[in-house]
Nanobody, 125 residues
Framework: QLTLGESGGASVQAGGSLRLSCADF?????????MAWFRQRPGEGREAVAT????????YVIDSVKDRFTISQDNVQNTLYLQMNDLKPEDTAMYYC?????????????????WGQGTLVVVST
């Protein structure tokens, strides 16, 4: 059974950078054909931030952060990353890693079957 574990969340000042990591354990390749980062801001629903298909490495990042966030993977370490630069207070959220058994760059939550517990990012002015 695939298990995901996020790390790297922290409290930073606006303009700072963080790199979130998502390590996966167990499961098989078919359980992680696509990976994604979602975030949930205080009082809001969970939204997709970036997606990646593991077979061809094609990524998608939402418009509001595409100039600042980068999603990538390390196939050897089975680790997914989210590099976040020039962080803003509105980036404050719990960030979740998710995996799908389908090849997709979908932003829809229901495409993803496996979720981590999240890592908290707080950006202060």
């Amino acid at each position: 059974q695939l298990t995901l574990g996020e790390s790297g969340g922290a409290s930073v000042q606006a303009g700072g950078s963080l790199r979130l990591s998502c390590a996966d354990f167990g499961g098989s390749y078919k359980d992680r054909r696509s990976m994604a980062w979602f975030r949930q801001r205080p009082g809001e629903g969970r939204e997709a931030v970036a997606t990646l298909k593991t077979n061809d490495g094609i990524t998608y990042v939402i418009d509001s952060v595409k100039d600042r966030f980068t999603i990538s993977q390390d196939n050897v370490q089975n680790t997914l990353y989210l590099q976040m630069n020039d962080l803003k207070p509105e980036d404050t959220a719990m960030y979740y890693c998710a995996a799908s058994s389908g090849f997709t760059n979908s932003l829809a939550r229901n495409w993803y079957q496996t979720w981590g517990q999240g890592t908290l990012v707080v950006v202060s002015t």
